[in-house]
């Protein structure tokens, strides 16, 4: 089973800020993975797809990019409602695989 | 865009066994893949499994795969979860999802339904 490590475990950032989250697999998923934004109380929101492309209606922002092993969540400036936590999941046609553990980002 | 709701939240005892209904739109059985993932409180996703109903395929995750089936409905266009032998670990909330089977660029996802496991 692969195994999705995120880093770091906790960002403490400022708003407008620049935030980097990593997700590394313990083998290559090509370009399938994906990236959530959980807030508190809230189902989980799909943000990238395919490793690098946007999902419907998530601001331009947030882009994500990587393939094989080594994949990257970057939010170009973060605003107030971005303070939540990010999970990766490998995700190839079917069926979908395991998340990582999430990175909280935070406000510093 | 597709509506999930879920069943409302429940308290079962150690050893027991809970069924999860998620309720969706006629669309989803002929072109959507449903998925079931579940999150212990303080803690992260787990997927649990998934199922593509034009296709009559179901899929476990290896962590879940001796106590979990999942069924769909079409009479009622609903999609079931049904967890086993349950263990105070199993305490979290459990949600569904939908995509358009081929497709990841969108997703939609029911409430969420809390299932708390005690004596």
């Known amino acids: 089973e692969t195994v999705l490590t995120q880093s770091p475990a906790t960002l403490s950032l400022s708003p407008g800020e620049r935030a980097t989250l990593s997700c590394r697999a313990s083998e290559s998923l090509r370009d399938s993975l994906v990236w959530y934004q959980q807030k508190p109380g809230q189902a989980p929101r799909l943000l990238i797809y395919d490793a690098s492309n946007r999902a419907t209606g998530i601001p331009a922002r947030f882009s994500g990019s990587g393939s094989g092993t080594d994949f990257t969540l970057t939010i170009s400036s973060l605003e107030p409602e971005d303070f939540a936590v990010y999970y990766c999941q490998q995700r190839p046609n079917w069926p979908p695989g395991t998340f990582g553990q999430g990175t909280k980002v935070e406000i510093k | 865009q597709v509506q999930l709701v879920q069943s409302g939240a429940e308290v079962k005892k150690p050893g ?23 999150q212990a409180p303080g803690r992260g996703l787990e997927w649990m499994g998934g199922t593509i109903p034009m296709f009559h395929t179901t899929t476990y995750a290896q962590n879940f795969q001796d106590r979990v089936t999942i069924t769909a409905d079409e009479s009622t266009t609903t999609v079931y979860m049904e967890l086993t032998n349950l263990r105070s670990d199993d305490s979290g909330t459990y949600f569904c999802s939908s995509h358009v089977y081929g497709s990841r660029k969108s997703e939609d996802w029911g409430q969420g339904t809390r299932i708390t496991v005690a004596s």
């Open chain 2, 16 to 38: 027991s066994s809970v069924k999860v209904s998620c309720t969706t739109s006629p669309v989803t059985f002929t072109s959507h893949a449903i998925l079931w993932v579940r």
